[in-house]
């Protein structure tokens, strides 16, 4: 074929040649993005009627005069003038119009081009998120788009990714952006009611996103006005394309495995280590260790063999961690007439994580619809339904499950190293809920994570329908009518089994929960949009309308305990404990009433404003309704005609101003019923009661945020280097906290829900887009973004009345108070260990050093010259911040030929992190610890940063109270991913396939951070305002290595 | 075409008219599981159910129904621990603990709570004056006053320095008798020790007035107060306060001048002749003057409950067999039936002597004694030996040590020393393992003898008493004033 083809392009040019005064050209038109052929490319000769256009596989033929030029030129590319010569061949490679100013952006209850926006918001195309080994879009969107930072907490599969626009923007209520889906915002918590982590955003698919806009400031995101104060993703799916019937392939399959993991003692350094530790300690206290627990030498951690005589030292990693298998496959079909676009897709995605038993399944199919009925109704359908399946064993990795006995993150670290998982007989080597001890005389503390790993049954599933139906009617011209009804409905079954064998299901003899939630969300929009242009310069829009949603959720479920015979593994066996648990309804409305007005004078100058109130039913009823709105200013200086008459010609090709300011609320008030004083139901004995369960507050009202923008859009030479500025100042008032009580006054929860803080976040953000080189096919495009961000508490209940948080209900961590950014970690400061005599030193408020003795008695503490003090514990001060100040992202790709690299660095700074689990790998109790502890203090001058090991001191390691020497640095430099690309260049049209590309991708490759936990991006407390920058007992993340194809046919 | 879309026009500004004129219903989204403050005095039932909400917040896992009784425990010479985990009172034992621990500060929160639910019910009793009948209200006035009284009585033993020291001169608890609701008066000095205790006898005395006699069933008259258990609860707090004349007079009122020693007002308390029937189901003899039950559906909750600390739940502590733990005591001999039937020598768990007081495991429900007949004679013995009758204390002690060992003789009981040390000896057996010791230590200030830190704690050394909870100082500063 390609020869014949050959043959006959020859024999016409020979042909062309011999008549000389035409020429016939021939050729193809290949895409600069992937080297693919371009179908409807428009060729035409210069200064004349003449022209065709390419052929499905890009191929064009024209009959032009000698010495002409011709004209390529295709929608979103830059058209390419190229003189022919004497050719007969010309193959042309068409760039990309890489000027997003021509693109539009999503906003509120509409469409906008670029040009005429004038508020901030970054537009990320969801193409490359579907590549990358992820479960939900979220996860993909790091170092994507300017002042958005994003942190996976760590590797448990469909963790969710904590999510900040522009800073942080409440305290007590959610600080995620609201997320709305073709129209319908949709919840974004973690929804399993269970240990496994659940995002609902993974249950869509990320192969049918197309874009995702991200509004930034009020102006932008006012029309969202009641929960836009975190910043709004709007997410557009895929549609339908006019043309046949298109069909795509993409899969995708890889490897993943735990990075970073630290290094801990093996059996035989455990076991010297320990006992030296023990040894220190009954120098303390004769009862330190009761007789019983130690031999006649005063050794508790003796030797364990395996039958062939080798010391049992037991790598608990390899328990805990594997190298996993996933994939990822989709199949898509899009097509239409002028009337009717659809578009379907089949998505199954199957993912194992790195810690063994986390699964993570989703099978999803979409259909999407437009159909342009009459003349005047358009109407469009969309339909999602998806199943997700998330599987994950006891990690402590979840928010809120840091210190679960039977984590596996914990474990894995700390379990005894030289006793094993199994017995010789191949069963469970167990004693009561631990380990079993074998020959040492002290038990494990923690379970025999094999069993926790095989045994225990934790999952959290969704089947999720998304549906949308929306209409369209053009009214008379430039007034149209929308009305869009939209329904989420969720199904979520949570299922948890423990075993009565060893973790936390052997203290009730087996332990199965069950919980299924329903959650029915509707919203319906109503808008009417009137255009209108007057003597061709002066633009108006205005829409008006109204948006109402309600979200009900009911859960139900039962606790069941004391298995009738271990036989069952399961809910629906024989119990002899039967409990309701897991049971609540709650609904939230809103109601809102919108208008927004714009205008633009020539495309020069631009005005928009907008206004909405909203009704929250979480709020008191005699506040609920609040009044929102901003308004915006442009200017596009770069139309103006003294600019265009400084003849900077193609220098600075545009040049815009553009400023902003509004004002939204936040209602994620995180109790749907926190203006309510309420008695809750319970039992005593068996009689029914009714305790006081929560003090409401009547006054609660908005938390609001007042926006600022003022930015600068600029590109050069071409649009080849384009240059996006912002200056962002973020005012939120009236924080609704959780202000804490003295307990003295018996307050249910010491808190109180109220509208008394205030803070802001300021910063800047850069993104430039560029295309550094561009020549003989090889192309290097690359975008940098970089944002500041400083976040000031500036009023709390009152200045001295910090709010203290601690990291899973247990260990105090975290402080948000006046005149500081919010979650600082609050800890007591310390000096290094005493040469001396190997004890810690403790730095009180006042400068004073005290130092520690484990099992000291009265003198456990003492000012460095022997005399007894008090405890520090109380002498906490404020350590560090934990938000990052700055942040961002820089993506590259380089194209050749066939071939595409992407490069994409993620990049955060600024902050802190409290390293708390450094403070478990150096806990004296009978946990193993990290390798660090060999340095312990040994004899007197000896200079260390380890103290003296005495067995059960939880002090000087910072285990009972946080210190100082646990608080790191978290700067980082990451390659988040590294993809290769080759699409192959073989003509396969003949056996029906347009294009093949392949690919392999490497996910977190490198990092540069001198943050020694198990990872810088890091959050154990999930979503946290309070508690961020917390490592605690996490499990890391991971490397993943994955191959990709995608078909075209 | 253009009659036809103004009908659409028409129809969809009628749409939006719906939408806008959603009824005022819409935004109403009112709680559907708890009920509102407004409507708990609206029904008797409901009166009643707070009262026994009032119980139910008293017996929370993280108070009386656990962790106060096993904390008073462990801080002694008689148990040691298996599992060194902190979850489970090991610093507490070690004599390590902090003012930052969530355990302790979990004794202050649910005992305020508890305090404050009282409080909110004796106003809302009050501004309801027909929500029931004048005798039930003052019945639950009476058992609100109780519930507040014994609260009050159990953390100031924790949380401030013994009366018996200073005739209660040092700093006591912020004293709250009124009900909270709102974020105001975070801010309220400590009331001095004497404070606290005169409003507990007063409270006490109030209580003896308006509870009633008794209930229809042995269960309400072991699990709800009646006036004997006020009476009762007045010899503990008065023996505190070394009042041993007023412990003398309240006792006789329930207890007779001579052996056998029972009551014979109201409830006929008495002693059971097998101690260890006290402790099985169902729990409400007449000796127990006031428990708190237990059920499958309302368990202590996790790491709460006392089988899963002092038995086969998990031991995380064991008897100490050692010298100065009570096990080995003299008096506390083999033949004893609270050695026989309520200590095993091993448990399934671990090869260690536990108590099987509390034997059942998963769910846990055993009922948690409170206040036993046992202790108002204990009590009755102490202070007939400090300032009455030495005979009839030494008649007392031998009733309950006869009971469950009728063969043991008693060394020398000549002194008053003597008889007192017996006394106190003798409440480390009867009630071993029902959170006494470290209160019957600090209430007499004597010295703490702890295995855990391995050393005698003096009364002025800081460990003697916990330190006020670091959430109540971050939150009120007047309490370090």
């Keep these: 074929m390609k020869k014949l083809v050959l043959s006959w392009v020859l024999m016409m040019a020979l042909v062309s040649t011999l008549f000389a005064q035409t020429r016939q050209v021939t050729g193809k038109v290949t895409s600069s993005e992937d080297g693919s052929g371009m179908p409807g490319v428009s060729v035409s000769a210069k200064g004349s009627a003449k022209g065709t256009s390419t052929a499905a596989d890009g191929t064009y033929k024209i009959v032009v005069a000698d010495g002409v030029s011709l004209v390529f030129s295709f929608v979103g590319f830059n058209s390419q003038t190229v003189s022919v010569g004497s050719r007969s061949v010309i193959d042309v490679q068409l760039q990309a119009d890489n000027q997003q100013l021509s693109e539009v952006v999503v906003v509120g209850y509409g469409t906008k081009k670029r040009q005429e926006f004038t508020g901030a918001a970054s537009t990320v195309k969801a193409a490359t998120i579907a590549e990358r080994p992820v479960q939900s879009f979220s996860q993909g969107l790091t170092g994507q788009a300017a002042g958005v930072n994003i942190t996976q907490p760590n590797g448990l599969l469909n963790n969710p990714p904590v999510i900040r626009v522009r800073g942080l923007s409440s305290l007590s209520l959610s600080s995620f952006p609201l997320v709305v889906i073709d129209g319908i915002p949709i919840s974004t918590d973690n929804v399993s009611a269970n240990s496994t982590t659940n995002n609902p955003l993974a249950d869509i698919n990320p192969s049918d996103i197309e874009s995702i806009d991200v509004l930034k400031d009020a102006a932008s995101a006012a029309i969202y006005g009641s929960r836009a104060g975190a910043g709004v993703l709007l997410i557009t799916t895929k549609r339908g394309k006019t043309g046949k019937a298109k069909v795509s392939i993409d899969s995708w399959a890889g490897i993943s495995e735990a990075v970073r993991l630290p290094d801990v003692l093996n059996a035989q350094q455990y076991m010297n280590h320990k006992n030296g530790a023990i040894a220190n300690a009954l120098a303390m206290n004769p009862n330190a260790i009761s007789a019983s627990q130690r031999n006649a030498e005063n050794k508790s951690f003796l030797p364990n063999y395996n039958p062939d005589g080798s010391l049992i030292d037991t790598d608990w990693y390899k328990e805990v961690y594997q190298t996993a298998v996933s994939q990822n496959h989709n199949l898509t079909i899009n097509g239409g007439t002028d009337k009717t676009n659809y578009y379907f897709s089949a998505g199954y995605s199957d993912q194992d994580g790195f810690l063994r038993s986390n699964s993570f399944q989703r099978r999803s199919g979409r259909f999407n619809m437009d159909h342009q009925a009459t003349k005047w109704l358009k109407l469009t359908a969309n339909f999602n339904y998806s199943n997700t399946f998330n599987k994950a064993p006891m990690s402590g990795s979840n928010s809120g499950g840091a210190f679960n006995t039977s984590g596996l993150g914990r474990i894995a670290v700390a379990q005894v190293p030289n006793l094993p998982a199994y017995l010789p007989d191949g069963s469970y080597n167990l004693e009561n809920n631990t380990l079993g001890r074998m020959n040492n005389l002290l038990p494990a503390q923690f379970p025999n994570p094999a069993v926790v790993r095989d045994l225990d049954k934790i999952t959290s599933e969704n089947t999720r329908l998304i549906a949308n139906l929306g209409a369209e009617f053009r009214l008379m011209e430039g007034l149209t009518a929308k009305t869009s009804y939209s329904w989420d409905r969720r199904n979520t079954e949570n299922i948890r089994f423990f075993n009565p064998y060893n973790g936390d299901g052997w203290s009730a003899g087996g332990d199965a929960y069950n919980n299924t939630a329903r959650s029915d969300n509707w919203n319906w929009i109503n808008t009417l949009q009137y255009n209108l242009t007057l003597a061709e310069k002066h633009n108006f829009s205005v829409i008006a309308g109204s948006d109402v949603q309600k979200t009900r959720v009911l859960n139900w479920g039962a606790q069941r305990q004391t298995l009738a015979d271990y036989f069952f593994t399961d809910f629906q066996g024989n119990f002899g404990t039967n409990l309701a648990a897991g049971n609540g309804i709650y609904q939230v409305a809103y109601e809102a009433y919108l208008g927004s007005f714009s205008y633009n004078y020539a495309g020069k100058y631009f005005l928009s404003a907008n206004y909405r109130r909203d009704g929250n039913s979480a709020l008191s009823s005699e506040n609920r309704w609040g009044d929102f709105g901003g308004a915006s200013l442009g200017w596009t200086v770069s139309e103006e005609k003294f600019f265009k008459d400084l003849n900077l010609g193609n220098k600075i090709t545009n040049l815009r101003l553009k400023a902003s300011y509004g004002k939204v609320g936040n209602g994620n008030v995180p109790n749907a019923y926190g203006s309510y004083s309420t008695f809750g139901s319970g039992l005593y004995g068996a009689a029914p009661t009714l305790a006081f369960n929560q003090a409401g507050n009547k006054d609660l009202k908005w938390e609001t945020s007042a926006q600022t923008n003022v930015g600068l859009d600029i590109s050069f030479l071409n649009d080849r280097i384009q240059v996006e500025a912002n200056y962002y100042y973020k005012d939120i008032n009236n924080l609704i906290l959780n202000v804490p009580q003295a307990p003295s006054k018996g307050i249910p929860g010491n808190s109180i829900l109220a509208n008394v803080g205030s803070m802001y976040n300021k910063g800047y953000e850069l993104a430039v887009t560029a295309t550094p080189i561009n020549n003989n096919g090889f192309v290097w495009t690359t975008n940098l973004n970089f944002a500041t961000n400083e976040n000031m508490v500036t009023s709390l209940v009152d200045d001295n009345t910090p709010i203290l948080t601690a990291t899973s209900g247990l260990e105090v961590t975290s402080i948000t108070k006046v005149g500081y950014s919010a979650a600082q970690v609050y800890g007591v400061k310390t000096g290094g260990v005493n040469p001396e005599n190997g004890r810690r030193i403790f730095i009180k408020k006042d400068g004073t050093k005290v130092q520690y003795s484990h099992l000291g008695g009265a003198l456990a503490w003492t000012t460095l010259d022997g005399k007894a003090t008090t405890s520090p514990s109380d002498q906490q001060q404020i350590l560090g911040n934990t938000l990052p100040t700055f942040y961002g992202g820089f993506n590259n790709t380089l194209r050749y030929k066939g071939f595409d690299l992407g490069l994409n660095f993620t990049f955060s700074g600024g902050n802190y992190i409290y390293n708390g689990s450094q403070a478990g790998l150096r806990d004296q109790r009978v946990w193993n610890n990290s390798v660090d502890v060999l340095n312990s203090w040994k004899t007197p001058g000896q200079v260390t940063e380890i103290p003296k090991a005495v067995y059960g001191d939880n002090v000087s390691n910072g285990s009972s109270f946080l210190i100082d020497a646990n608080l790191q640095k978290g700067d980082f430099l990451r390659l988040q991913t590294a993809t290769l690309g080759y699409k192959i260049p073989t003509n396969l049209t003949s056996i029906g396939i347009s294009n093949i590309r392949v690919y392999a991708q490497a996910n977190n490759l490198w990092l540069l951070t001198a943050y020694t936990g198990v990872d810088p991006e890091i959050s154990s407390n999930g979503d946290s305002n309070l508690a961020s920058g917390i490592e605690r007992n996490s499990i890391p993340q991971g490397r993943s290595f994955t191959f990709g194809i995608n078909i075209g046919l | ?481």
């Design chain 2, 1 to 481: 075409m253009k009659l036809f879309t103004n009908k659409i026009g028409i129809l969809s500004i009628a749409l939006a008219m719906t939408v806008s004129s959603c009824n005022k219903e819409f935004l109403n989204a009112v709680p559907e599981l708890d009920l509102s403050d407004a409507t708990v005095f609206n029904t008797p039932a409901r009166v009643l159910s707070q009262v026994n909400g009032l119980y139910g917040s008293a017996k929370n896992g993280s108070l009386f129904g656990g962790r106060y009784l096993i904390y008073n425990d462990i801080r002694g010479e008689d148990w040691v621990n298996r599992t060194t985990n902190s979850v489970t009172g090991y610093s507490t034992y070690q004599g390590n603990q902090d003012p930052s621990d969530s355990y302790l500060a979990g004794f202050w929160i649910q005992g305020y709570l508890t305090i404050n639910r009282a409080n909110l019910f004796l106003e809302g009793l009050a501004a309801n004056p027909n929500a029931v009948s004048s005798t039930l209200a003052a019945n639950y006035r009476g058992e609100a006053k109780f519930l507040r009284a014994l609260t009050y009585f159990s953390l100031v033993q924790y949380f401030a320095k013994p009366y018996i020291m200073d005739k209660g001169a040092s700093a006591g608890l912020p004293l709250r008798l009124k009900g909270s609701v709102s974020s105001a008066d975070n801010d309220m000095p400590r009331s001095t020790v004497a404070q606290v205790y005169a409003q507990i006898l007063q409270d006490l005395n109030d209580a003896e007035t308006e509870l009633p006699d008794s209930y229809g069933t042995a269960l309400l008259n072991t699990t709800r107060a009646h006036k004997n258990a006020a009476i009762a609860l007045k010899t503990r707090v008065k023996l505190a306060m070394g009042d041993f004349a007023g412990v003398i007079t309240e006792s006789n009122k329930i207890v007779s001048a001579t052996a056998p020693f029972k009551s014979s007002a109201r409830v006929a308390h008495a002693l059971q002749s097998d101690v260890s029937a006290v402790f099985k189901a169902p729990y409400t003899t007449t000796e127990s003057i006031f428990s708190f039950p237990m059920d499958a559906t309302n368990a202590p909750g996790t790491q709460n409950q006392l089988g899963y600390y002092f038995n086969a739940g998990n031991v995380e502590y064991y008897l100490n067999t050692g010298s100065i733990g009570i096990y080995s005591n003299p008096q506390f001999a083999a033949t004893d039936d609270r050695k026989t039937k309520l200590t095993v020598a091993t448990t399934s768990v671990a090869k260690f002597p536990s108590s099987t007081k509390f034997s059942g495991v998963s769910p846990y429900v055993d009922y948690v004694p409170n206040i036993r007949y046992a202790e108002v004679l204990l009590n009755l013995a102490e202070a007939e030996a400090e300032a009455g009758s030495l005979t009839r204390a030494i008649a007392l002690l031998k009733a309950v040590h006869g009971r469950s060992d009728a063969s043991y003789v008693f060394p020398a009981l000549d002194t008053k020393a003597d008889v007192i040390k017996a006394i106190l000896t003798e409440r480390r057996i009867e009630f071993l393992a029902e959170g006494f010791r470290a209160n019957d230590v600090t209430r007499r200030g004597d010295p703490m003898v702890s295995f855990g830190a391995g050393a005698t704690i003096q009364p002025s050394d800081p460990r003697y008493i916990y330190g006020i909870p670091l959430v109540e100082v971050q939150t009120n500063p007047s309490i370090g004033k």
